[in-house]
Structure formats: C-alpha cells, structure tokens
Antibody
Framework: QVQLQESGPRLVKPSETLSLTCTISGGAMNNNYWTWIRQPPGKGLQWLGCIFHTGSTNYDPSLKGRVSISLDMSKNQFSLKMTSVTAADTAMYYC????????????WGQGTLVTVSS | QTVVTQEPSLTVSPGGAVTLTCASSTGPLTIGNYPTWFQQKPGQAPRALIYSTTNKHSWTPARFSGSLLGGKAALTVSGVQPEDEAEYYCLIYYGGAWFFGGGTKLIVL
C-alpha cells in the first residue's frame, strides 16, 4: 500500500527557507496531485499547493509566491520550499496524495512539526 | 481570496442526528467544487470521510453522508456515536486551488 513520509529540518530561523521532502513508497507518482497541507498548532488546515506528475503546479494565492513545489520521479519524492518564513509558518506540515480520477485526499503522511524560531 | 465558512461548533446528543454545512464566498457550491469532508481527532492527522460531495471511503461509517443543500455542502451524521466527537473540516476546489473551512467542533453530549 502507498505510504508517505515527510522529512526535513524541524527548526528554521526567521527569514530563512523552509524545505521539506515527501518520500512515496508502495506506489507510482503518475496520475496523482502531490500536495502539501499545513496546520498551525491549535488552528485549522491550509492547503499550500500541489504538483502533478507532469510538473505542473498550483499554489494557495494567499502565499504570494513564497511557496514552490517540485518533484523527483527518479527518487519517488516531491518537495516543498517556503521562503522568508516567520513564526506564523510554525505548523505541522503534511504531504498528501490526491488521485486525479477521484480528487480524494486519501493518503496522508504522519506530518512533521516545523518550528520557526531564532 | 475565497473564504469557506463552517459552523464553529455544534452539539448533539448520542443517537441523534446533525448536519454540518460548508459555504463559499464564491457562490453556491456544485459537484464541480469537489466538496470533501475530513474528521480530525486530537493528536491525529485528518482523515477524509467524504470526497467529491457524496463518496465514502471504505473506512467511513455508514452513518456519515455528504450532500449539497441549498448551495452549501453538507455532512450529515445520523445516529451519532460518542466517538464522533471531533473537529470536522470541509475543503472545496475553486479556480485551480483548494480552500479549507475553519472547522466545526462537534460535541457529543
């Protein structure tokens, strides 16, 4: 069965770039939107963006170009970069699979808590 | 910016029924917005219950159902169980992006 696992630094300094990678095991990257979602402590969910296996991307317009998502099909991975982070970017970050045919957010990673602090 | 609105909290008695709703600032929701409902319990990742308006997962209890009601997406729970106490989030697709509602805390009392 398909599993997702987030990895990356848990602590990032203000104004620096947050970088996370999601490794996919047990399944192919084709025909899915590979997605990042976050949740600040005690708050709601925010869709950050997604990438299709062709490399096309979509992002939350409110993030004003701070976010980019890329993929490496040879490694079965996709990645998130968020620039100029502040304390407001402290959150649990989840990677999620969304099949094209169902638009269903069916498989989630366990999530990784990233803290922005000096 | 698209704003998705949910009831902040609802209280229901065990065995009762409750409907949670999800409205968009863009106008009436349709199947083209692929309304999705998630359940989240404390300390856990969200789990999708309903996708594309009405579709259930294999793990979705039969008492949960999704629909469109009066231009809103709706999640109905019939025969509420104590374990249904949780936060519920709706998610809609609009203009190439997805937008979450603020969540509804369902209290079973």
């Amino acid at each position: 069965q398909v599993q997702l696992q987030e990895s990356g630094p848990r602590l990032v300094k203000p104004s620096e770039t947050l970088s996370l990678t999601c490794t996919i095991s047990g399944g192919a990257m084709n025909n899915n939107y590979w997605t990042w979602i976050r949740q600040p402590p005690g708050k709601g969910l925010q869709w950050l963006g997604c990438i299709f296996h062709t490399g096309s991307t979509n992002y939350d317009p409110s993030l004003k170009g701070r976010v980019s998502i890329s993929l490496d099909m040879s490694k079965n991975q996709f990645s998130l970069k968020m620039t100029s982070v502040t304390a407001a970017d402290t959150a649990m970050y989840y990677c999620v699979r969304v099949p094209v045919t169902t638009r269903d957010f069916d498989i989630w990673g366990q999530g990784t808590l990233v803290t922005v602090s000096s | 910016q698209t704003v998705v609105t949910q009831e902040p909290s609802l209280t229901v008695s065990p065995g009762g029924a409750v409907t949670l709703t999800c409205a968009s600032s863009t106008g009436p929701l349709t199947i083209g917005n692929y309304p999705t409902w998630f359940q989240q319990k404390p300390g856990q990742a969200p789990r999708a219950l309903i996708y594309s308006t009405t579709n259930k997962h294999s793990w979705t209890p039969a008492r949960f159902s999704g629909s469109l009601l009066g231009g809103k997406a709706a999640l109905t729970v019939s025969g509420v169980q104590p374990e249904d106490e949780a936060e519920y989030y709706c998610l809609i697709y609009y203009g190439g992006a997805w937008f979450f509602g603020g969540g509804t805390k369902l209290i079973v009392l």
